[in-house]
């Protein structure tokens, strides 16, 4: 047996019980990537603060985690709305006394278009989402980690940007690149003070997301990935963990591609 081998086959930080006691915020909680962290966090024992528009689903996550003797916290929450952000900081504060990681999972392509077919309203609506969103929760939470010298922020963007999205999802590319930039100066910026910003760029991944895909787009991502298949949530979570762990510690700035060993074409 390899040294270091764990027969879950998960990336697992350095010290045993890393986790315990910390605590995430995820947006975007209730579903797909960002209900597989979560889950997979509250495996390791953290606290988990499930954030999403759709509350109702952030305390079906909730319900199911405390029955794995963690600790969690639903919040409903628009993250483009500001002020709704910061109050959710707080109270994940309030209810755990800090939030040592914030990942950013709420995205959306909104539907797919041609880049002469997008409106003004789906072009706001994306960059809102996808990109107001990400900046809000950032700017919102770094002061407390600042106080704390020590923070992790993790957010998803996209294989996307590497390709441009090209006749079904230019505005979603754009502004997922966005993301990718937005961490990349957060982590210089905030790097002295014990805080690091990584991103994780997916190649197609099968959740709900992928509802807006038409059978013949999914065919094409799913070709276009030598391992001839979508990723799942959980592999993306189990990203998640190792980042946020004391085994990934050198990472900040870059954007981690999963993607099957395609999507750069």
């Known amino acids: 047996v390899p040294v270091g081998y764990n027969e879950r086959n998960t990336n697992m930080p350095k010290t045993p019980d890393f ?61 483009t709305d500001r002020p709704a952000v910061d109050d959710m900081i707080a109270a994940g504060i309030e209810a755990f006394g800090g939030i040592d990681y914030l990942f950013n999972s709420a995205g959306s392509a909104g539907r797919r278009s041609s880049f002469l077919e997008i409106d003004a309203d789906l072009w706001r609506q994306t960059y809102a989402l996808n990109v107001d969103g990400v900046f809000n929760t950032m700017q919102s939470i770094l002061p407390h980690m600042m106080e704390n010298r020590y923070g992790v922020i993790v957010n998803i963007a996209s294989m996307a940007h590497r390709r441009g999205g090209a006749g079904h999802s230019t505005h979603y590319a754009s502004s997922k690149g966005a993301v990718v930039t937005l961490t990349m100066g957060v982590a210089r910026e905030f790097v002295e003070h014990g805080i690091r910003a990584v991103s994780i760029s997916p190649g197609p991944i099968d959740t709900a997301f992928q509802s807006t895909s038409s059978p013949e787009l ?33 990472m900040t700035a870059d954007t981690v591609y999963i993607n099957g060993g395609g999507g750069f074409r």
């Open 19 to 79: 986790f315990q006691n910390r605590t995430i915020l995820i947006t975007g909680g209730a579903s797909g990537i960002g209900r597989a962290t979560a889950e997979i966090f509250a495996r390791e024992g953290a606290n988990v603060i499930v954030a999403d528009i759709d509350g109702n689903g952030a305390n079906t996550v909730v319900e199911s985690i405390r029955q794995t003797n963690s600790d969690a916290k639903a919040v409903a929450v628009d993250v």
């Open 218 to 250: 999914k065919q094409s991502m799913t070709d276009d990935v030598p391992m001839k298949r979508m990723g799942t949530p959980q592999e993306i979570g189990e990203m998640v963990l190792f980042i946020c762990s004391d085994a990934c510690e050198f």
